[in-house]
């Protein structure tokens, strides 16, 4: 089974042509599918006409949160209540097609295990929305080795076997195929057609934009150093005591050679990056016992199984 999830948040004047857009789009390729629409604490009338579509028809689920998460959070929840063996994420704003979702259902039986939604001829404003989509992608892609056109779209399948061990949160699920791709996941792109948004206000802006780039960090760094915190805070603090005993050298050197004087500013940088990567390194410690007994105490594992 397809599972369709959708979050839907104050869209009343796009869920009706979404549904029909939906239907015409999936009833004529034979697949088994549900339609799992996520209620994020609409202050419209999403939520009843959201119950009018369960009443409908029997492929149309509806989950209602008690207020508004979020879009990350809405995903999680479609992502625990939906039943199908491949997820497909769509935005309830209308802008991606429908259509898409067989092509990229096709592409995960060709054995992918994610399939990413790439707006090539996106029809945003450039300046708010496109331009900062092109830096953050460019940004992302460098940073993970993660190569994606477009993470930001929110048209994706994935196998659920990939995606029912990660968590959501915060703004992370743009990042999701990071995370995939850490646990073995094959990863294709696919262009998809993309629309100016017709009807309602966008829930997006600038101001979200400093969130990912914080979850792109915390991202790289439990992909990265999750098992192995002791690495990361290790080489920083070795960095450090390194930059520390350099001074220090430098110091002692004028000292005994040039008649310089022992008590200076560079006495107190040497001071403080002693110091500092002393306390890095202790983090790591901490770090390393913490983590192991969150393997000792739990049922997660070091290693992800791709097939016994």
């Not at 998460?69 to 309830?92: C, H, K, P, W």
């Not at 048209?155 to 999701?176: F, N, P, Q, T």
């Not at 008590?263 to 002393?278: K, R």
Request: net charge positive; proline share 3%.
């Amino acid at each position: 089974m397809i599972s369709i999830v959708i979050p839907v948040y104050n869209e009343e004047q796009n869920l009706v042509l979404l549904q029909n857009e939906i239907a015409e789009a999936l009833d004529v390729t034979g697949m088994d599918y549900e339609v799992l629409y996520i209620d994020d604490g609409s202050r419209d009338r999403s939520a009843e006409i959201l119950r009018g579509f369960t009443q409908s028809s029997e492929r149309i689920r509806l989950i209602q949160l008690s207020r508004h998460f979020g879009q990350t959070e809405a995903m999680q929840a479609g992502i625990d209540f939906s039943r199908g063996d491949i997820l497909i994420f769509l935005d309830a704003d209308r802008q991606n097609d429908p259509r898409d979702i067989p092509r990229l259902v096709r592409k995960i039986e060709e054995g992918f295990d994610v399939v990413s939604g790439w707006r090539r001829h996106r029809r945003d404003p450039f300046l708010t929305r496109r331009l900062p989509s092109y830096a953050a992608n460019f940004l992302i892609s460098q940073l993970t080795k993660v190569k994606l056109m477009d993470y930001g779209c929110s048209l994706k399948a994935y196998r659920r076997d990939v995606i029912k061990g990660i968590k959501l949160y915060s703004e992370m699920h743009r990042l999701v195929p990071i995370y995939a791709s850490r646990q073995g996941a094959s990863i294709a792109e696919i262009e998809v057609a993309h629309r100016k948004r017709h009807a309602g206000k966008a829930k997006y802006n600038l101001i979200r934009a400093h969130k990912v780039l914080l979850d792109l960090v915390v991202a790289e760094c439990i992909t990265n150093y999750f098992n192995k915190p002791s690495y990361g805070f290790g080489s920083a603090g070795l960095f450090c005591l390194f930059i520390g005993g350099g001074i220090g050298g430098i110091i002692t050197i004028r000292k005994l050679f040039f008649g310089g004087v022992w008590v200076s500013p560079l006495l107190f940088i040497m001071v403080m990056a002693i110091i500092t990567g002393l306390q890095f390194i202790l983090m790591g410690i901490l770090a390393e016992i913490f983590i192991r007994l969150y393997y000792r105490n739990t049922k997660e594992t070091t290693y992800t199984v791709k097939k016994s």
